[in-house]
């Protein structure tokens, strides 16, 4: 089976860095995603690591470690817009890649 | 370019009645997936499909029927709806190719079964 785990909410100030972890357990493993969701939106694609290390896009960064089972997010010069929850996801090999999802963290940006 | 589109965005069922859900994918994407969301689950899966024709289970596959009769089409069916089933259903594309699992979401359909 297959099961990720992430804190269910965070909180931080507007222009501060937040970063949120994700551990997961698959397997077969290809690929970690993370997607972000506004409230009453649909999920949409931030980054994908399949190799260790750190992919940086914009203010997002995204890091994947193989060996620990571990990646996080990490979200620079946060802005009041970054209000949303972020879900991580595992491609996995099973079979089929289909992409299983975490439960998501809520991350609440203040002034 | 549409991407994804789910129809209908929402819709009141009573107990024991049935509904289909359509999903369509304008990118020429292989795999579909069918999602529900809950409040405090996160993204579950329903059913997915990896090609035209065919179909698989997910986590939560009990009291949903898929069809993936052409490849830009996924159908989610409900055959008796239950109040459990009140929920958020997301459908999604993907490529899947190992390279590239990014997956392109539906704006969602808001179920309520009462």
């Keep these: 089976g297959q099961s990720l785990e992430q804190p269910s909410e965070v909180t931080a100030v507007e222009g501060a860095i937040v970063q949120i972890n994700c551990t997961y357990q698959t397997s077969g493993f290809y690929g970690l995603s993370w997607y972000q969701q506004h409230d009453g939106g649909a999920p949409t694609f931030l980054s994908y690591n399949a190799l260790d290390g750190l992919e940086e896009t914009g203010r997002f960064s995204s890091f994947l470690s193989r060996s620990d089972s571990y990646g996080y997010l990490l979200l620079q010069e946060l802005q009041m817009k970054d209000s949303a929850s972020y879900f991580c996801a595992v491609q996995n090999s099973g079979g089929y890649q289909k992409v299983t999802f975490g439960t998501g963290t809520k991350l609440q940006v203040i002034p | 370019n549409a991407g994804v589109t789910q129809t209908p965005k929402f819709r ?10 359509l999903c369509a994918q304008d ?8 999602y529900r969301q809950d409040p405090g689950m996160g993204l ?31 159908l989610l069916g409900l055959e008796s709806a239950a109040p459990s089933q009140t929920s958020v259903y997301f459908c999604a594309s993907s490529t899947g190719r190992t390279q590239n699992t990014e997956a392109f979401f539906g704006q969602g359909t808001r179920l309520t079964v009462v």
């Design chain 2, 12 to 21: 009141v069922l009573k107990t024991g009645q049935s509904m289909t859900l």
């Design chain 2, 27 to 34: 990118m020429n994407h292989e795999y579909m997936y069918w």
């Design chain 2, 44 to 74: 579950r899966l329903i059913h997915y499909s990896v090609g035209e024709g065919t179909t698989a289970k997910g986590e939560v596959p009990d009291g949903y029927n898929v069809s993936r009769l052409k490849k830009q089409n996924f």
